[in-house]
């Protein structure tokens, strides 16, 4: 199955729908430092014959013609600022408001699937006008908006829905908001996914339910398995289990779980694998660090190109750090071997803006799924909890 991927940042999504079984066609990112990172991991899937073809430049002026085969996923992490709680919320209004051009990519290429990653903030009250018309232009792209401001546009699209909808290209879109800890990714991490499937193909999907929960983790802990488990004594405010409330998912996983066998700083080994210390993190009021024992806050790409405390940790002895930049790939589930570049800074903002592999795989490959049935190894996700927890 072959895919376009707009908006590809680090390649966190790129990489987990890769491993869904998605081969690339164009990977358009306009950043140089994260363009060099795809470079640099362009060959890191073993799903992979040849390396992805990363394309360093702007979406809306990318030449969709020029790619030879009609791709059956489009796919991209739209940029997220005009909506997240960090900036400037200036939403449709800001210059770097990326969703007409997505939607405009799909009207053109026809694609059997499209999937969206995007902030929170996208849900609240004063965006969700124009969350509505995202989807409703999402559902019939080829009812375009040839001058006309995004208002008008969404007069023709309720008209188009009452009738019934229109006589072409047509989606079944669905949006959800996923917390990544609840599917096993050691992170909070709220994000709103959009995915359509194009209705003649008159298929069926729906988001997986959670596979891991905190009343899981609370278990583990209270039975003592999670402290022996890392062979630490259990702090002494953690309450006996209930024996009758087992619970019937796994357990979050911790920053604990995913960090605890990396090498030493200052090692070779440590280095080789950008696992190195950084200065100058420091707690203060709404920046506190994580939890070594609970899934991490959720990462992010920081102010003016500085992480703030959200990318920091709280270690067993109550001292704060910054993650390494390994550190918090893990914690984005990226593989080790998985190189990132530019400055410190610049990783951690990639690192931050990124979606998680995992994740991404498991959506990809119910997606993958429902386009070729016969690929789908993965439809125990939405029906079971068997995933293998991140020891």
């Known amino acids: 199955m ?39 991991n362009r060959r890191i899937t073993e799903h992979h014959q040849q390396p992805w073809p990363v394309i360093e430049g702007d979406v809306t002026k990318f ?31 800001d210059e770097r408001n990326m969703f007409p051009a997505f939607i405009e990519v799909v009207r053109r290429l026809q694609p059997k699937a499209i999937i969206i990653e995007n902030v929170k903030g996208l849900l609240r009250p004063t965006f969700r006008p124009y969350f509505d018309y995202i989807l409703r232009a999402l559902t019939f792209p080829e009812i375009s908006n040839p001058g006309a401001d995004w208002q008008e546009h969404d007069n023709r699209l309720v008209t188009a829905a009452s009738r019934g909808g229109a006589m072409g290209l047509k989606y079944e879109i669905k949006a959800k908001l996923l917390n990544a800890a609840d599917y096993g990714i050691p992170q909070h991490r709220e994000r ?34 999670y402290w022996r488990r890392h062979g630490i004594a259990p702090p002494k405010e953690i309450p006996q289990a209930p024996l009758v409330l087992v619970p019937h998912t796994l357990p979050w996983v ?24 950084q200065n100058g993190a420091r707690q203060y009021a709404g920046h506190t660090g994580s939890d070594l024992d609970a899934p991490a806050k959720t990462l992010k790409a920081g102010v003016h190109g500085v992480p703030g405390g959200e990318n920091m940790l709280v270690a067993d002895d109550g001292s704060v750090r910054y993650f390494s930049v390994r550190e918090a790939a893990r914690l984005q ?36 799924g429902c386009l070729e049935p016969s690929r789908s190894n993965f439809a125990h996700v939405a029906s079971s909890v068997e995933v293998s927890l991140h020891a």
Request: hydrophobic residues 40%; glycine residues 10%.
């Open 2 to 40: 072959r895919s376009v991927e707009l908006f590809a940042g680090a390649g966190g999504l790129a990489l987990g729908l890769a491993r869904a079984g998605f081969e690339h066609s164009a990977v358009l990112e306009w950043d140089r430092h994260a363009a060099a990172t795809l470079r640099k």
């Open 63 to 93: 030449p969709f013609d020029s790619i030879d085969s009609e791709p059956d996923l489009i796919s991209g992490g739209v940029p997220c600022q005009p909506f997240s709680l960090g900036g400037k919320h200036r939403g449709r209004h």
């Open 192 to 225: 709103v996914f959009i995915v359509g499937l194009r209705s003649d193909l008159d298929v069926h999907w729906d988001f997986p339910r959670a596979t891991h929960s905190r009343s899981a983790l609370d278990f583990d802990k209270a039975t003592g398995d």
């Open 254 to 277: 911790t920053v604990r779980d995913v960090i605890s066998d990396l090498p030493q700083f200052g090692s070779a080994d440590a280095d080789a694998m950008q696992h190195v210390f």
């Open 333 to 368: 589930t990226f593989p080790d071997p998985y190189v990132f570049c530019g400055s410190w800074s610049e990783m951690m903002r990639q690192i931050g803006n990124a979606v998680p592999v995992e994740l991404a795989e498991m959506l990809g490959t119910l997606i993958a």
